[in-house]
């Protein structure tokens, strides 16, 4: 993960400028790049556009056959008590909001993972997403990976099996 945020951090510094686009996708998120012990990237439509063609795999997610489709890939990851618990409350405040679904989730033993998967849907255009994978690993670190975009049903539900 650790070598995947660096790449992405560096993809990241390449489109900076269309970083303040992303943050009105979804306000919440927004906090975290400058929060202090939060990884954080943020990659918008053009970045995506450009990586294409290439196999792009996010914490297993293929994201390969929808990047055309994305709006904007965030991952942000944290590992420090404090982080973890505002992290935890965003989520919670999240999962509780209208228009957000549990589409997945899984616990995983042999990892001490804990993986959520909500959607929330635009009501303006049903066809624009939030996808918001809340990945909790036994409280030692927790991630959110989130993805926006206008999906067809059949990119969707490729992207809900690790597939795209």
């Given at each position: ?56 795999v996010i914490n297993g997610v ?63 255009n049903d066809k624009e997403v ?30 809900l099996k690790g597939k795209s």
């Amino acid at each position: 993960m650790k070598k995947l945020l660096t790449t992405l951090i560096a993809l990241t510094l390449i489109t900076g400028t269309f970083i303040g686009k992303a943050f009105a996708q979804n306000p919440l998120f927004g906090k975290y790049g400058s929060m202090d012990n939060v990884e954080y990237v943020c990659i918008t439509s053009p970045m995506l556009k450009l990586i294409g063609g290439g196999s792009t795999v996010i914490n297993g997610v293929e994201i390969k056959g929808i990047t055309n489709a994305l709006k904007s890939l965030l991952i942000i990851n944290a590992k420090e008590k404090n982080v973890l618990e505002v992290m935890k409350k965003d989520y919670q405040t999240l999962r509780q909001t209208d228009g957000y679904d549990v589409y997945m989730e899984v616990k995983d033993p042999d990892s001490n993972e804990h993986v959520t998967t909500i959607i929330g849907h635009n009501p303006d255009n049903d066809k624009e997403v939030e996808v918001v994978m809340s990945i909790d690993k036994s409280g030692t670190s927790h991630t959110f990976i989130v993805l926006t975009g206008k999906f067809t049903d059949e990119q969707l539900a490729k992207l809900l099996k690790g597939k795209s």
